[in-house]
């Protein structure tokens, strides 16, 4: 069993920075990738920004310049870095990790960009 816990999610105004944790525990063997998603109102999922076990990173062209995704393997803990952050920002950030053959979700945090 994977437990994944997210933090960090707040009420910020246009322009300001947060920045999101997912600490796994549990029956964590080898974390092949990790990532985040988000799912505003009314919207379907979407995907943030990923990286991989080796580092490599990919990122959702709305987010590229302002999101840095990073990971802690000792920690088993992944963070979400974001910048300049925008309205069009706000939804419920979740993070998952895949450890082959099975993916893993948190529950969500909340993030609410607004003046």
């Known amino acids: 069993q994977v437990q994944l816990v997210e933090s960090g999610g707040a009420l910020v105004q246009p322009g300001g920075s947060l920045r999101l944790s997912c600490a796994a525990s549990?029956?964590?063997?080898?974390?092949?990738?990790m990532g985040w998603y988000r799912q505003a109102p009314g919207k379907q999922r979407e995907l943030v920004a990923t990286?991989?076990?080796?580092?490599?990173?990919v990122y959702a062209d709305s987010v590229k310049g302002r999101f840095t995704i990073s990971r802690d393997n000792a920690k088993n803990t992944m963070y979400l870095q974001m910048n300049s952050l925008k309205p069009e920002d706000t939804a419920v950030y979740y993070c998952?990790?895949?450890?082959?053959?099975?993916?893993?979700w948190g529950q969500g945090t909340q993030v609410t960009v607004s003046s």
């Open positions: 998952t990790i895949v450890i082959p053959p099975f993916d893993y």
């Open positions: 990286i991989g076990s080796a580092g490599r990173t």
């Open positions: 549990g029956s964590i063997s080898s974390i092949y990738a």
